[in-house]
């Protein structure tokens, strides 16, 4: 598999993934930091989004697999792709607690940009991020991306309002950090 790092592998989602994205979408602690909204889902709504992004000809979503035990451990998506202006957005949400902060996150992410970049040969890719999830942010910059703006006081969680940072990272800034 040409997407796969020692630890991990990407492979296409399919609707037999269903049932598992269902879990992670409903699990507050893991949405708590990627979803605007906190609200729980439905299976029905689920099966309905997860056919829409695999419909999709704007978007690929893929799950993260560790390979010792081939387990699924999160999802990651190229979303709103624009091939004309070759530039995409991406989202990651590794929805087994038990593999937050060992590296999982930023071993996902260097193969989906690989995949935008060597593959699909997009120019751009960007991203959001919510102002209080410092362990993202930071990741986000080790692998290059940069704050390219900030939608102020955009989101309410636990009483107070929180930024949403806007950041991206381009094809031959990618390709100079990973020389």
């Keep these: 598999m040409l997407f796969e790092s020692t630890r991990m592998k990407l492979r296409k989602m399919t609707n ?8 992670w979408r409903n699990d507050i602690e893991v949405i708590r930091s990627t979803y605007l909204s906190l609200d729980m889902y439905h299976m029905d709504e689920t099966k309905e989004f997860v056919n829409r992004i695999l419909e999709s000809h704007t978007g690929k979503s893929y799950i993260m697999v560790e390979k010792e035990n081939e387990t699924p451990i999160g999802i990651i998506s190229l979303v709103n792709i624009d091939y004309k202006n070759r530039n995409a957005e991406c989202i990651i949400d590794i929805g087994e607690k038990e593999y937050w902060g060992k590296g999982y996150g930023s071993e996902g992410l260097k193969l989906l940009l690989d995949l935008a970049f060597y593959e ?30 900030i939608s102020r006081q955009s989101l309410f969680r636990n009483g107070k309002w929180h930024d949403i940072i806007h950041m991206g990272i381009l094809q031959d800034e990618y390709f100079e950090q990973n020389q």
């Design 16 to 23: 037999e993934d269903t049932e598992l994205y269902h879990k």
């Design 120 to 149: 699909i040969n997009l120019h751009r890719v960007a991203l959001k991020v919510f102002s209080f999830n410092d362990r993202a942010i930071r990741l986000y910059k080790k692998i290059g991306f940069q704050e390219e703006g």
